[in-house]
């Protein structure tokens, strides 16, 4: 299934979100700061890594039920879908 803007639009929010928080992991790390704060910066763009997946993963199964709905052979199964949705697990 290709990655469609209409479908990845919020998946990419939460991914640049995470680039964000990890290029200042990266700084606090190089820097010698807290190593709280960059933790809780680390767990918080993993788990924006995390819903970004589920993000792309429930745009693919609209667009592929849609597909199936309109007579459509879907660009993916549910078998798929579901192998990567557990990928991400």
Do not use: W
């Not at 997946?53 to 592929?64: F, Q, T």
């Amino acid at each position: 299934m290709k990655l469609r803007p209409e479908m990845t639009a919020e998946a990419l929010v939460r991914l640049k979100r995470a680039r964000g928080q990890l290029n200042a992991v990266i700084e606090m790390m190089e820097t010698g700061q807290d190593c709280q704060t960059a933790l809780t910066q680390l767990a918080a763009a993993s788990k924006a890594i995390d819903r970004a997946g589920y993000k792309i993963i429930a745009s693919g199964l609209r667009h592929c039920s849609t597909a199936r709905d309109r007579g459509e052979q879907p660009e993916m199964t549910e078998e798929e879908l579901e192998k990567l949705f557990l990928a991400l697990a």
